[in-house]
């Protein structure tokens, strides 16, 4: 997807994706706060793979504290998913 797509980095400077909860937390209802949901990436993802893209959540690079989201959408949409069907039947 690389050629074709945009990537989107996202980097904070907060506690980060615990490390034991990170491959789990784009599926609904996982959380690690108090009152979560367990929705919010899930539906972030899903929008996302929806658009024929991908999400990465990670930690930050070189001992920075914080998480960083990479998310990668391709520069082209196939709108024939979106194209309304032809009809066949004849105009009276």
């Known amino acids: 997807m690389a050629n074709g797509a945009i990537t ?7 506690p980060g994706f615990p490390e034991e909860a990170r491959e789990r937390l784009l599926e609904p209802y996982v959380t690690t706060r108090e009152k979560g949901t367990g929705l919010g990436l899930a539906i972030v993802n899903r929008i996302i793979v929806d658009h024929g893209g991908a999400i990465q ?6 001992s920075h504290r914080g ?5 990668t959408l391709p520069k082209q949409a196939n709108l024939d998913e979106f194209a309304e069907p032809e009809t066949t039947e004849a105009l009276s």
């Not at 998480?67 to 998310?71: F, M, P, T």
Request: charged share 45%.
């Open 8 to 14: 989107i980095i996202i980097e904070d400077n907060g």
């Open 67 to 71: 998480a960083k989201v990479r998310i």
């Open 57 to 62: 959540l990670r930690e930050r690079e070189h």
